[in-house]
T-cell receptor
């Protein structure tokens, strides 16, 4: 069966510091991968998605970036964090075949910027 | 602009009752419909998928889809306090990798 791992679970970072969040999927190949952010009491905001290695689509302009160095690895980065980057970051995957496939979420990373 | 609308709630029901959660969507090309449950502080968990008009049952959960009226609903029978969570509706257009999520309905099941 497929599993998704996301770490760390919680992170406290100072303003202006760099960020690297990692997500890996097991048990499937060539998944679609996604990064979402959920601010407190708000809906899910899609940040990036990827349909293959090195292919990244950005949905929202911001100081974050994403990379997919390997088929089942998705990384969210920032060179300098802002206070507004606080939130709950979720990685998700879906099967490539057919748009009917649902997304499955990792456990998330709760990021607090001080 | 694709929109998925949900009443934010909270919807409060007594234990053992049927909870009815509703979702409307704007894109008539939508073909895939999903319900997720999100406990406070946790990530969304897929509980139901539905693709055809009508009802789909899975245990205590029933998803209902009406494409002509552009709504999808989730019924939870014999509601339990453990069902207390936010329920997210997600809708996907045919051929799209990206679902549109509603903002969720908060459900409270009180003993």
């Amino acid at each position: 069966s497929q599993t998704i791992h996301q770490w760390p679970a919680t992170l406290v970072q100072p303003v202006g510091s760099p960020l690297s969040l990692e997500c890996t999927v097991e048990g499937t190949s060539n998944p679609n991968l996604y990064w979402y952010r959920q601010a407190a009491g708000r809906g899910l905001q899609l940040l990036f998605y990827s349909v293959g290695i090195g292919q990244i689509s950005s949905e929202v302009p911001q100081n974050l970036s994403a990379s997919r160095p390997q088929d089942r690895q998705f990384i969210l980065s920032s060179k300098k964090l802002l206070l507004s980057d606080s939130g709950f970051y979720l990685c998700a995957w879906s099967q490539t075949q057919g748009a009917i496939q649902p997304q499955h979420f990792g456990d998330g990373t709760r990021l607090s910027i001080l | 602009q694709k929109e998925v609308e949900q009443n934010s709630g909270p919807l409060s029901v007594p234990e053992g009752a049927i909870a009815s959660l509703n979702c409307t969507y704007s894109d008539r090309g939508s073909q895939s419909f999903f319900w997720y449950r999100q406990y406070s502080g946790k990530s969304p968990e897929l509980i139901m998928s539905i693709y055809s008009n009508g009802d789909k049952e899975d245990g205590r959960f029933t998803a209902q889809l009406n494409k002509a009226s552009q709504y999808v609903s989730l019924l939870i029978r014999d509601s339990q306090p453990s069902d207390s969570a936010t329920y997210l509706c997600a809708v996907k257009e045919g051929g799209s990798y990206i679902p549109t999520f509603g903002r969720g309905t908060s459900l409270i099941v009180h003993p």
